[in-house]
């Protein structure tokens, strides 16, 4: 029987972009996890991406995943299986039509493969306990001094509307 594991995640960017930072709260049994990072110019888009994927890549061995998020952007493409289309289409959205953060959605397709998962959406900033640590950790991030980079930010991408 496979452990049962809840994720809670949460993406935050001051601008878009801008200073943005990660979060996830990871639940087993009695036990729980905190994770988050940031990086010193980025989306909320990409952050809420990597708060999926780091905390998925944390787990040791396959789980039964309930991933909570206040992402539609993340939640939808999951449970509505819109990645299945990008992935059949070599990770874009058709011809002459780029996929935005592909190299997160395939990161996040392979880190979600090895688990049973189970896609939640909540609304943000509505009063859930372990959403509301998320956002204050991913807040948190992105007032931290020199952060690095996020290597997959590419300015003229954002500039011609394309993350």
């Known amino acids: 029987m496979k452990h049962q594991v809840t994720i809670y995640t949460d993406g935050s960017s001051r601008g878009n972009p801008g200073p943005g930072g990660y979060a996830a709260v990871l639940q087993a049994g009695s036990h729980q996890k905190e994770l988050s990072g940031g990086f010193a110019k980025t989306t909320n888009n990409r952050m809420e991406l990597m708060a999926a994927i780091v905390a998925l890549e944390a787990l040791k061995q396959p789980c039964a995943v309930q991933l909570v998020s206040d992402s539609k952007y993340v939640v939808d493409a999951m449970r509505q299986g819109w990645i299945h289309g990008w992935k059949k289409k070599g990770w874009s959205r058709g011809p002459k039509k780029p996929l935005k953060n592909a190299e ?21 900033h509505a009063g859930n306990p372990m959403n509301e640590r998320c956002d204050e950790l991913a807040v948190a991030e992105t007032e931290k001094p020199n952060l690095q980079p996020d290597p997959g930010f590419i300015e003229d991408h954002d500039e011609q509307g394309l993350l």
């Open 104 to 124: 997160l959605w395939q990161r996040l397709d392979r880190a979600a493969s090895a688990h049973e998962m189970t896609w939640t959406w909540v609304k943000g």
